[in-house]
């Protein structure tokens, strides 16, 4: 993170299946946990908080082959209160077809409009993994810092 420090307390927790997990700032504690839905989550909020992380090439394989999982990943991301689809990639990335696939670009940027429409799951464009780990921190940081400790 920039000039902020992360609160006392700010623990990040990375699913077991994420092969290799973003790395925050040193003032993070990260903790290995099996999360029923996403990716990364913040400790006390696992039944409020859920990001899906994605590379490039993982989205555009949920809008072909696994497109009917990532469905219902989406399905369940929709009780949380907050969530979303954290992109390691730009939209700009999408629309040079920047990835090996036959998928339009057309059919990926629309998968993500969809879900954002249809299951309230915005999609945040990081433009890589570092990006991705400093946006994710800093939302989970300003969780905490609105007053909405996790009980302790």
């Excluded at 993994?129 to 800093?138: D, G, K, T």
Aim: aromatic share 8%; charged share 25%; net charge positive.
């Amino acid at each position: 993170m920039s000039s902020k420090r992360a609160p006392t307390g700010l623990r990040i927790l990375v699913d077991t299946r994420e092969q290799t997990p973003w790395r925050f700032s040193e003032a993070v504690t990260v903790e290995r946990v099996t999360l029923p839905t996403g990716d990364y989550s913040l400790a006390g909020f696992t039944d409020r908080v859920a990001i899906e992380r994605k590379s490039l090439a993982d989205l555009v394989m949920c809008v072909g082959p696994e497109r009917e999982r990532f469905l219902d990943e989406m399905r369940r991301l929709r009780a949380y209160d907050v969530r979303a689809v954290v992109v390691e990639a730009s939209v700009d990335d999408v629309l040079a077809h920047a990835y090996r696939s036959n998928t339009a670009p057309q059919s990926v940027i629309g998968t993500t409009v969809a879900i954002w429409a249809d299951y309230g799951v915005p999609t945040v464009w990081a433009g890589d993994a570092r990006n991705a780990a400093n946006l994710v921190e800093r939302l989970f940081c300003r969780i905490l810092q609105k007053g909405q400790r996790p009980a302790a």
